[in-house]
């Protein structure tokens, strides 16, 4: 699990490997994905699992469960430091990561956990592979999603048996 003093490594695996989502002022701005992840890391549903080797960040993967117990974990970031991309780091990370994930919300805060989800462009088949690799499974796209033109895909990771909940919403 990502602590404070991940931060700086955490920004510099962003700044190497999708620098546009922090894209601010027309340039990457470390300030504000500094100021995101520090915020990520304290906030308790929130999760950073940092992948390190000789000491330094060279991924991470960041989950939500918003609100809490809603039955599913969000993926919503996993990174590589280009320097270590092509090793296998990412499919050890993602597992890893997902099982860190169950334990932190579903095991140490109790919440009911079915499903952890993310989406990627579908002009992504790299980043594809590997989820599907991880035991993601496609379920779905979006049209539109981040623009006009693009496509995301949604995948989802079945980690729990857990049913609906039925007559959960006021029938018209």
Known sequence: RAQIGDVAGIVEVVRTAFPHDFWF???FNPQVCREMFENTIKDPFELVVVAKQEGRVVGFVFYQNKPPTNGEIYLNMIGIHSDFRGVGIGLRLI????????????????CRIATIHLSTSADNPLAQRLYQKAGYDKRGEIIGMVGRGNVEIQMVKDVDDVGYRESLWVKP
């Open 95 to 110: 597992l890893a990561a997902d099982h860190e994930a169950l334990c932190y919300f579903r095991d140490d805060l109790g």
């Open 25 to 27: 002022d027309k340039k």
